[in-house]
């Protein structure tokens, strides 16, 4: 009995030290501990020898040692089954393991669609600054200091410079083109602006606008009317209507808001167009004149129309998110679920 104790002994420590080594190893092993002709076998064999009253206690310890070298056997299989196999037992035939791909981010969809169908008609892609002066964002714009519509757009200043700003809209880059270049100019501004607001499903500190701007000779708010006709026409589909609301903003005379049918109920009324069956998705009106003189533009030559839209908004409609914040949140389950914008 106590030779065999120490052979169950050395046994065990040889099983215990073995280190997977393949599928060939593997098998190696089960010959020799798990074989018909195998060790354990042979322990089991052993028995018959055993002192009458040792036989019970002997059983107990060969089961805990077969067990042991079955759960041994089934790591080296696994092991070696999962080891890559070697270049030439691989069948190149099989098709190949796939290559995670990402996706785009929902505004950036939108960004490219926008630019996508505002270049058809002529508009190219302007950028500008996003810490501007207040020149860029306001006065030039028709907002002097103290104009009351400045709280329309509660403002981030700069500390180390009270000149400078957070832009509260991209029209700082139309104040920049016009300062740059004489008519025609058909821009689109597309870009991040940030408004001092608390950060809610409807609300944020920083959102996506895309402004628009053209000022050539004999542009009217019928070129206005077409142009953001069309582009809802192919952003949102043939059957899609628009209306425009009288509007105030300082640097456009006329202005209006403009509406779309609401996407979400087709315009027979819900919660997120207020049951109006309609939904408000940009500003925009004819360039105000002063707005042309500050760049140096002769207003009685040119006319010029403009407008702006939150890329959020044109998202939520199209995607139908209703929370604002899932934007910046970065959270995989919501970027994956976007493929395109077409
Ligand atoms: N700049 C305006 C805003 O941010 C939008 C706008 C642009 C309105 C151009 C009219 C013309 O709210």
């Known amino acids: ?23 060939d ?14 060790i354990v076998k042979n322990l089991f064999q052993e028995i018959k020898n055993v002192p009458a009253e040792k036989k019970k206690e002997f059983g107990q310890i060969l089961n805990e040692f077969k067990q042991l070298a079955e759960s041994k056997y089934e790591t080296l299989k696994d092991t070696a089954n999962r080891q890559p196999s070697t270049a030439n037992d691989k ?15 929902p505004i ?16 190219s892609v302007a950028e500008g600054p996003e810490i501007e002066d207040d020149w860029h964002n306001f006065t030039s714009l028709n907002l ?13 200043y700069v500390n180390r410079n009270p000149d400078w700003l957070l832009r509260t809209h991209t029209s700082n880059v139309q104040a920049r083109v016009m300062e740059k270049q004489k008519p025609p100019i058909r821009i689109i501004c597309p870009g991040r602006v940030y408004r001092n607001e608390t950060t809610s499903a409807r609300a944020h500190n920083f959102f996506n606008q895309c402004e628009g701007l053209y000022v050539d000779e004999n542009v009217s708010f019928a070129d206005l009317k077409q142009t953001l006709y069309f582009f809802v026409q192919e952003m949102f589909g043939k059957t899609v ?29 819900c919660n997120v167009c207020k049951h109006t069956g309609w939904v408000e998705i940009l500003g925009s009106g004819m360039v105000h004149p002063k707005v042309l003189q500050n760049f140096n533009i002769d207003p009685n030559k040119y006319t010029g129309f403009a407008f702006g839209m939150g890329m959020e908004r044109i998202c939520q409609l199209k995607y139908r998110v209703n929370d604002l914040r899932l934007y910046s949140q970065n959270d995989l389950r919501f970027l994956r679920q976007f493929v395109s914008a077409t």
């Open 108 to 123: 950036s969809l939108v960004r490219n669609r926008i630019i996508q169908i505002f270049g058809r008609l002529g508009f």
């Open 241 to 269: 209507k628009i209306r425009f609301r009288p509007s105030y903003f300082p640097f456009t005379e006329p202005s209006a808001e403009m509406d779309i049918t609401c996407l979400i109920c087709g315009g027979s009324g």
């Open 1 to 23: 009995m106590e030779e065999l104790l120490e052979k169950l002994d050395t046994y065990r420590k040889e099983i215990l030290g073995t280190e997977p080594d393949g599928a």
């Open 25 to 38: 190893a593997a098998e190696t092993y089960r010959i020799r501990f798990l074989g018909t002709k195998g």
């Open 144 to 156: 002097p200091e103290d104009h009351p519509a400045r709280d329309m757009q509660d403002t981030f």
């Open 91 to 105: 069948d190149w035939s099989l098709p190949g393991d796939p290559i995670p791909v990402g996706t785009r981010h």
